[in-house]
């Protein structure tokens, strides 16, 4: 299988940690989807990674679609099946997606021209940023274990570490830093870092 793919989108690393736990080898194909000249779009008509390409041709996307993918196919141990705990890890991946849904396009306002930047988008993407890190923060009892819910937080937090220093968001969340700080130290998440 190939993972189209990105080095710092937080959404592939969500894939690929899921993949690691799983023990799924996937073949990366590096894609740099914002480039003019790119013609991605015949993958993945989202024009976004990450893409899975199965071994039949069929392309799955995108991240919460392939980590299900992975979950029932190799699985299942990432997602139960039915009942409350599927609502809570579908739940907690809702929370760690849309940290990442804040953070990502935050980081792309921020990349335009200072006089192009609209204010108040950026601070629409700080509030819900603010607001599911101390959600979080408040109900960290809730991250145990590994399932699609911890790890798709895991990495949004590290994502907003990396492209958004100076939050310094676990500076004043210490529960959430030291969970976050532990789940780090999975081999799955030390393997699909981003860049330095």
Request: aromatic share 8%.
């Amino acid at each position: 299988m190939k993972l189209f793919y990105a080095k710092t989108s937080p959404y592939v690393r969500k894939v690929r940690v899921a993949a690691a736990e799983l023990g799924v080898d996937l073949e990366l194909v590096e894609t740099n989807a914002a480039a003019p000249e790119s013609n991605y779009g015949a993958i993945n008509p989202v024009h976004r990674v990450p893409a899975l390409q199965l071994d039949t041709g069929r392309v799955l996307f995108d991240s919460p679609v392939i980590c299900e993918y992975l979950d029932v196919t190799y699985g299942p141990r990432l997602l139960p099946a039915s009942g409350e705990e599927r609502w809570e890890v579908l739940t907690l991946q809702a929370l760690g997606d849309g940290l990442m849904d804040a953070a990502v396009p935050r980081r792309g306002e921020q990349m335009r021209p200072a006089e192009q930047q609209s204010p108040e988008r950026l601070a629409l993407y700080i509030r819900s940023m603010t607001q599911i890190l101390d959600h979080l923060e408040a109900s960290t009892d809730r991250l145990a274990g590994v399932d699609l819910g911890t790890i798709a937080i895991s990495c949004a937090l590290h994502y907003v570490a990396f492209r958004h220093p100076g939050d310094d968001w676990s500076a004043t969340r210490p529960r959430l830093a030291a969970w976050n700080s532990a789940f780090a130290a999975r081999p799955s998440m030390e393997n699909t870092r981003f860049p330095a």
